[in-house]
């Protein structure tokens, strides 16, 4: 778990990390430099989940180092079955990472929503309900690292 104490924000008691994973963790279906390293760190403060409508068909195969709960969904009704997952988690403990117009319900829900702007855009949906909007998915995941950053960027 990580507790995070944010000054005019919420203190948030983390437990699931859920994410996104191309357009998020991947570009054009190959997973980016640093992020498997991130998530080792974070595995033993939370529990990782990978939802993903798996557009390359491979994400298994990029995911298979790291310690992470790979759900793949159908192209149809990605949004809600995203939301659906992390309703099912409980919303207040989960923190959630995506790129997408189907991540925007999902990250509007998670008790704290990181965007990432990467080498795929971002989604005006997603980053309108983001707390966080970040360059990179290892910057995003850094956040989690080293949270002061994040009482600096959230705090009132």
């Known amino acids: ?33 640093g992020v498997e390293s991130r998530l080792a760190a974070l595995a033993n403060e939370l529990d990782l989940h990978v939802v993903t409508g798996n557009t390359y068909g491979d994400a298994r195969e990029h995911l298979r180092n790291c310690p992470v709960e790979i759900v793949c969904l159908p192209a149809a009704g990605q949004a809600l079955a995203k939301s659906d997952y992390v309703r099912r988690l409980g919303p207040d403990r989960v923190v959630a990472i995506g790129n997408g117009r189907n991540d925007a319900l999902m990250l ?23 707390d966080v909007v ?3 998915a290892v910057d ?13 960027t959230l705090r009132s």
């Open 108 to 130: 509007k829900q998670s008790a704290l929503a990181i965007a990432v702007l990467g080498t795929e855009g971002l989604a005006i949906d997603a980053m309108d309900v983001a």
């Open 134 to 136: 970040v360059r990179h």
């Open 1 to 33: 778990m990580i507790v995070i104490d944010i000054p005019g924000f919420r203190t948030l008691n983390l437990e699931h990390l859920v994410l996104d994973f191309n357009g998020t963790l991947a570009a054009d279906g190959r997973l980016l430099d």
């Open 140 to 152: 995003g995941l850094g956040l989690l690292l080293r949270t002061k950053r994040l009482v600096a």
